[in-house]
């Protein structure tokens, strides 16, 4: 897990909370709009296929982001996959829980591309790969929101 930086979180600027969403784990990173850069934060275990809402809620009570952003897997051609409508409804999860305006963005391959960046490029290993792969495929998912 990546520790935030007690420093960071007093900004509290225009602050964007990214999620890479899977059902046993959810990947967290934090980012400004007006830096435009993201970073990856935690990775938060699932409770029986369900979001951990606390420690979710702690982060948006530390960070008090203006906005989210939830990566959505589809197929090739733009339709929904088997995961699609557990991802949709997280997204209306979190808008009626913390009244935040939540914007989807298309994760084809970022937990892929994360693990090869991970993996091959900075040599991490495969345990490690694990427990962080997920908060670096939402720094991704946020990184590339904040490039559109």
């Not at 495969?126 to 559109?148: N, T």
Request: hydrophobic fraction near 40%; charge should be neutral; proline fraction near 4%.
């Amino acid at each position: 897990m990546v520790k935030a930086d007690p420093l960071a979180a007093k900004f509290r600027g225009d602050a964007y909370l990214g999620f890479d969403f899977g059902n046993k784990k959810i990947g967290v990173a934090v980012g400004y709009a007006d830096t435009g850069i993201a970073s990856p934060l935690q990775t938060i275990r699932s409770l029986n296929q369900t979001p951990d809402w606390q420690k979710i809620g702690q982060l948006i009570d530390e960070w008090r982001p203006i906005g989210l952003v939830v990566g959505i897997s589809r197929q090739d051609d733009g339709s929904d996959n088997i995961v699609t409508p557990r991802m949709q409804k997280f997204c209306r999860q979190l808008n009626g829980r913390y009244n935040l305006p939540v914007h989807q963005v298309d994760e084809t391959l970022t937990t892929f591309a994360a693990k090869q960046m991970l993996f091959d490029d900075l040599k991490v290993s495969a345990a490690k790969l694990w427990a962080v792969q997920d908060q670096l495929a939402a720094q991704l998912i946020l990184q590339s929101w904040f490039d559109k």
